[in-house]
C-alpha cells in the first residue's frame, strides 16, 4: 500500500480560538484526519515568544485543546499533543538554528510585526520563530500544512531550511507546503476591515468560537457599512467585501446570492443583512461553544489525550532524529 502522505500544524495557546483558527485551520484538520496521517500540535512554546507571563497558559492549552475537538478533530485519528511534551522539538530547532541567517529572520514580515507590537520584547526567540516552526514540521517529514494565509512565507522559510540541511548533509526532508481544500489559502478578516481576524489584537471585531449568541449579534451588527451602492455592478469597498466573505463562510450559498444580487442592482439593505449574517454566524457558533464548554473542564479526559498524542508523535520524531544525527554525523559510538 502507498504511504500516506503526512501532515502537520498548530495553533498557539494565547486565547480563545476563533473564526480565522476554524476556517483556515481546523476545518481542513477535520477532513485530512481521515485521508492522511496527521500530527495536530497546541504550540505551548511558540506562545512563550509573545506571551512570557504563563499564569494563563494551562487554561488556554485545555481550551485549543477542547476547542478542536469540538470542531470535530478526533484525537483517536490524527497525535493530537503539547509542543512542549516532544522535546525532539527542541533538539531540531537547535540544528536549524545553525541553517538560518540572522538577515533573512529579520526581514519576516510577521517579526517585523511583532516587534513594533512588543518593542520591549524583542527576544531571541521571536527572531526565530520560522525555524522553530519548521522544526515542528520537519520532525515528521511532513509535506502537507493546513493553515491560513498569514502562514504562508513561514513554511517558504521551512522549505529553504529544509533544503539547506539536505543540501549540506543529505536528502533526510521532504518540502513542505502550506495546505487548504479549496484553490487558494484562507484569510478570514476582522470585522472591523483591518487586517486579519486574531486572537489577541482588537477583541471586539473578532469571532471567537466562545462568543455568546449576543455577543455575536452585537459584533456582526457594529460591522463598519456604508449607504449602499448607487451604481449597478459596482465594486465593493473593502469592508463590505469581507461582509460577503464572512457569509459564505457561515451561510447557505441562495441566502449569500440573494445579496449578492442586490448589492449588484443597488436594493441591498445592509441592515438586513448583517442580521441574517449574525443569525448564520449563532447557528455555526452556538454548538461548537457548547460542545467545548463541556470539553474543557475534564482534565482526565484532555491528559488522556495528551498523553497518547505525545506517544505517537514522540515515536515518529525518534525516527527522524535518528536520521539527522546520523547525517550530520552525530553518531560518533
Ligand atoms: P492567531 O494569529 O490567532 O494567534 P495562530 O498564530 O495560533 O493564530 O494560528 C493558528 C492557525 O490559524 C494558523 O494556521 C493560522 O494561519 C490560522 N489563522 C489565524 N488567523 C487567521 C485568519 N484570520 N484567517 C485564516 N487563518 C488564520
Do not use: W
Request: include cysteine; aromatic fraction near 10%.
Amino acid at each position: 500500500m502507498e504511504k500516506q502522505a503526512i501532515v502537520m500544524s498548530g495553533i498557539r495557546p494565547t486565547g480563545f480560538l476563533h473564526l480565522g483558527n476554524y476556517f483556515g485551520a481546523v476545518r481542513n484538520y477535520v477532513r485530512m484526519q481521515s485521508e492522511y496521517t496527521c500530527y495536530f500540535m497546541v504550540a505551548d512554546l511558540h506562545a512563550l515568544t509573545t506571551h512570557p507571563d504563563t499564569s494563563e497558559l494551562k487554561k488556554n492549552v485545555s481550551r485549543v485543546l477542547a476547542e478542536n475537538i469540538a470542531c470535530g478533530l478526533n484525537p483517536d485519528k490524527a497525535a493530537f499533543y503539547c509542543q512542549s511534551h516532544v522535546p525532539e522539538t527542541s533538539e531540531l530547532y537547535l540544528y536549524l538554528n545553525m541553517l538560518a541567517y540572522k538577515g533573512e529572520l529579520e526581514k519576516t514580515p510577521t517579526f517585523k510585526d511583532k516587534v513594533r507590537l512588543q518593542p520591549d520584547n524583542v527576544n531571541a526567540g521571536l527572531l526565530t520563530y520560522p525555524v522553530l516552526q519548521a522544526a515542528d514540521i520537519l520532525l515528521h517529514r511532513a509535506t502537507l500544512v493546513p493553515v491560513g494565509k498569514d502562514q504562508e512565507q513561514h513554511l517558504e522559510m521551512s522549505r529553504n531550511f529544509a533544503n539547506r540541511f539536505n543540501h549540506r548533509y543529505g536528502e533526510i526532508f521532504p518540502e513542505p507546503h502550506a495546505f487548504n481544500y479549496g484553490d487558494e489559502l484562507i484569510k478570514v478578516p476582522s470585522l472591523d476591515g483591518a487586517g486579519k481576524m486574531s486572537k489577541s489584537e482588537n477583541q471586539y471585531a473578532t469571532l471567537y468560537l466562545s462568543d455568546e449568541d449576543e455577543l455575536i449579534r452585537k459584533k456582526v451588527m457594529k460591522a463598519k457599512t456604508d449607504s449602499g451602492p448607487t451604481t449597478p455592478n459596482s465594486e465593493k469597498p473593502d469592508y463590505i467585501a469581507n461582509l460577503f466573505l464572512l457569509m459564505e463562510l457561515v451561510s447557505a450559498p441562495d441566502v449569500t446570492k440573494k445579496f449578492e444580487d442586490d448589492f449588484n442592482n443597488c436594493t441591498i439593505r445592509y441592515g438586513d443583512m448583517k442580521k441574517q449574517l449574525a443569525e448564520d454566524m449563532v447557528a455555526f457558533i452556538a454548538p461548537v461553544r457548547e460542545k467545548a464548554e463541556a470539553i474543557r473542564n475534564d482534565e482526565k479526559y484532555l491528559k488522556e489525550i495528551m498523553e497518547k498524542g505525545a506517544a505517537k508523535a514522540r515515536a515518529s520524531a525518534q525516527v527522524t532524529m535518528a536520521l539527522v544525527k546520523e547525517a550530520i554525523g552525530l553518531n560518533y559510538y
